[in-house]
Nanobody, 123 residues
Framework: QVQLVESGGGLVQPGGSLRLSCVAS????????IGWFRQAPGKEREGVSC????????YYADSVKGRFTISRDYAKNTVYLQMNSLKPEDTAVYYC????????????????WGQGTQVTVSS
C-alpha cells in the first residue's frame, strides 16, 4: 500500500519558518503529484500547495502564495514544504497527499494521505 509520512511540524513564533517533509514509500514521485493540505479546528481541510511531476508545475493557495515553497527530492522520494513568514492563521494539522496531477493539483482531491503533522504559530 502507498504510504506517506509527514514530519517537521512544531511550535514557532509569528514570522518564523518551518520545513515540512513528506516521505513516500511503495511508489515513486514521478507518477504522482504530491500536495499539502491543512485542517484547522472547526474548519474543513483545505489545499495548501501541490507539485506535479508530470506537468512540472507548482500550485499554491492564495493564502500562502509568496510565503510557502513546495519542492521535491526524487532521490529521497520526499516532498518538502518550506513555510516562511508564518502567521497564526497557518496553525493547523498539515497532511500530504498523492494522486494524479489533475485531481490533486486542480481539484484538491487525493487518493493517498499521510497521518498529519501539527503546526502551531503562536507568540
Amino acid at each position: 500500500q502507498v504510504q506517506l509520512v509527514e514530519s517537521g511540524g512544531g511550535l514557532v513564533q509569528p514570522g518564523g519558518s518551518l520545513r515540512l517533509s513528506c516521505v513516500a514509500s511503495r511508489f515513486t514521485l514521478d507518477r504522482y503529484a504530491i500536495g499539502w493540505f491543512r485542517q484547522a479546528p472547526g474548519k474543513e481541510r483545505e489545499g495548501v500547495s501541490c507539485i506535479s511531476t508530470t506537468e512540472g508545475s507548482t500550485y499554491y493557495a492564495d493564502s500562502v502564495k509568496g510565503r510557502f515553497t513546495i519542492s521535491r527530492d526524487y532521490a529521497k522520494n520526499t516532498v518538502y514544504l518550506q513555510m516562511n513568514s508564518l502567521k497564526p492563521e497557518d496553525t493547523a494539522v498539515y497532511y500530504c497527499a498523492a494522486d494524479n496531477p489533475w485531481r490533486l493539483c486542480h481539484l484538491w482531491a487525493g487518493d493517498y494521505w499521510g497521518q498529519g503533522t501539527q503546526v502551531t504559530v503562536s507568540s
